[in-house]
């Protein structure tokens, strides 16, 4: 199957030829007129400085430069006769136009060339959908510390749900290639914010160049190799500073070693070579020790009695020397590389690696005394790409690209399966009640490897001055490996850390080999008066696997069991949708403009979902994770479906400040639930089907300042209902399991992530080169909850709202200059006033810090703490206010 697939991708890329990219480039057009008569002038010179791009202009004093990567430019106009004039620190950005126009005067007398600095525009004419860019240079400025945070300062974005969609249905790209890892649906890479050029963030209805989305797109464009040396090197270290010990366990010790980061890169010709070879390299460790920290009160080997009933008799085994162990750390390592060959005509050949190695704890509070037993987390990717751009002709290229994306996730206490300081199940058992462990170890791994070889292109004609069309096709197959077992600990094997065999309920195993591809046409039609986007995308998907077609003809109490014969099974079918795109941006004056979009979009689901439990084994009694032996895959899922509307106004209010306004609709359908089924009185299961749905509203509202007279602002809102009928796929099934069992719900609710307020702004103030300070700020609404006592509900699902949520962020700096090499010294504080958001809260209080079981008459938890001690939560608060120090240095 493997290599017919193989066989496929070769013939599908040499016979379709026109392979598929999200774009990395932009563009620069314009008219050239004479400053006296206005008449159109005919050959003009158009060059951006220091590159080999450029272009003339046409009988009716037009030009267009297209294929340009995102940055900042110097555009040379030149004509016998006339004046030459730069324009200095044109922006261009992916898919976008920047649109310069120009006025040449007559050259009477020999005078040096009239130079110009660009503005970037407050109303783009171009934008028929919502995209937000942010330069490398605008994030270097800003207390931002991952791509993550920047596209959560997004209107429209709550903690990475784009417009109100699940996280998974946003797709990330790095260069144009998806790093989404697809077994999970979420991003498994990320570029380090010092080796990127441009962020792109589209939460709209974008283009029919990006697909497998729902809800949006992030495109990090990362610096390409330059042709003179540059290069950056910086530094910090912090900790987290709070008065909030009660608690924060071990908050009061400060350490410059609990956070640090250190990171750089390097650009310029490779010596000797200086004409062919060019080189990017860049770098980031970051080491962030957390903010809630456990006490190694007792080991995993440890053994305690609560079983007495006075206390006095309990036997408590604690062996722990008592020192503070991070509980919520990550470190992560990344490296990048990239070697520019200049061959042929257009950018050469690219080579780039990417390579991101990150280990990290999520807390767990029942283990709190007993950290070292609960699990540590592991993700390696690795991102391997060569793209070739040939120029048909200066209205024309073709991008040719191929790529390799491999994530590689672990999760487990000890590495070695058959370590022996892996314990029997009963430790975790010794207590009851609202205890902290007193011993135990979390006894599963969990391994996934996912590959996915990417062959693709794009064709981008300029066609005239109105119309540039776009077409491609991507092929992409899939490499899935999964794993996870149950460490046995028994008497039978003399209590020695053994493996069960292969294809028992508690040793899962599955490989699968799907594929995808993809055709889009689109065109952008620009004319005075009208911008339109206008698209067409094909996207199919062949799944490699089969499906219970009905789980209730199983009886394994009559005998049925697995394999199953293929009476029962079912080949999964293919999965195809043709996606329309359409938008329109109209210019209502030099100062405003009005866009309408449209579109349809489709998302396979994430692959887990697909190839779950492929044995189809239901453990009748045993403990075992959620995602464990009580829901079956289903390889024959459909495909996710979204439509989105959207209409939206820009108008520059005055020279420097603009104004938008942006309503949109979201139906949602196919989303991913469960089918509960009863294998027998003990013991229900459920199977993954497409049957959920939901719908998005919201208006955006956003004021923007540019950077004049010292200072720059951005403040935007965004009221939003984000509804559906279930929050989390496994909603049904969660339902059918509790006690009493709980009817799935028949009508709209609010999603976890319905935010209806939002409020951020962003404040730049000071003389760039010399000292700047940013401010970030966040104002919510809270996110909903359901209403509950001991566990039972009192109210109708997320009812109630949890409390609204501040934040200020602040980044200062201060440069200084030293053999013409530029220094910076820097102080960002996260969290500035402290603030205590509560994210998660008691559902019988609506609070983070108190609930009514403190009130509440009842037994004594069995174990080494009190009531008391085991509440108060510090992963239901945001994170405290860190601060940290840093140098930099430019050369």
Known sequence: MFTKSI?????????????????????????IKDKATGEALVGVNVVLVGTQMGSSTNINGEYFIINIPPGLYDVRFSLIGYLTQIIQNVRVSVDQTSRIDVELSQQAVEMSDIVVSAEKPLVRKDLTSTESKISGDDISMLPIEDVQSIVNLQAGVVDGHFRGGRTNEVKYLIDGVSVNNVFSGDFSLQAEVNSIEEVQVLTGTFNAEYGEALSGVVNQITK??????????SFYSGDYVSSRKNLFTNINSISPSDVYNVQGFISGPIPGLANLLKFFISGRYIYDDGYIYGKRMFNPSDSSDFSANSPDNWYIGASGDNKYIPMNYSKRLTLQGKLSINVGTGRGI????????????????????????????????????????????????????????????????????????????ERMRDVSGNAFLTGGTENWHFNHTTSTYTLGSALTWQLNQVHQIKTGVEYKLHDIEYEDFQIMIDAVNNYKPTLPTPGAFNYNTYTANPYQLAFYIQDKIEIDYLVVNVGLRFDYFEPDGKYLKDPNKISWLDGILPPFPDSLMGKASAKYQLSPRLGLSYPITERGAIHISYGHFFQIPPFENLYRNPNFRIPLTGDFPENIGNTIGNADLEAQQTIMYEIGLQQELTKDIGFTLTGYYKDIRNLLATEVHIKNEFRKFSKLINKDYGAVKGITISFNKRFTDGFSANIDYTYQIAKGNASDPNDAFNKAQANPPIEANKQLVSLNWDRRHSLNINLTAGTPGDFIASFVGRLGSGLPYTPSVQNQRTGLENSENKPGIFNVDMYLTKYFYLFDRQLSVYVKVYNLFDTANELEVFGDTGRAGYTLELTRAQEAPRGANTLEEYLPRPDFFSSPRQIIFGASIAF
């Open 7 to 31: 066989f496929q991708i070769l013939i599908s890329f040499f016979l379709l030829a026109i392979p598929i990219s999200a774009g990395t480039t932009g563009k620069i057009a314009g008219v």
């Open 224 to 233: 390409i190799a330059s042709d003179k040396y540059d290069g950056d090197f």
């Open 350 to 425: 690219v080579l780039s690696g990417l390579y991101q190695d990150h280990e990290y704890k999520d807390y767990n509070h029942r283990f709190k005394l007993n950290p070292d037993g609960d699990y540590t987390k592991f993700n390696k990717s690795y991102l391997g790409t060569i793209s070739y751009t040939y120029v048909l002709s200066n209205a024309a290229f073709i991008d040719f690209s191929g790529s390799g994306f491999i994530s590689k996730f672990n999760q487990y206490v000890f590495e070695d399966p058959l370590d022996t300081r892996y314990v029997k199940p």
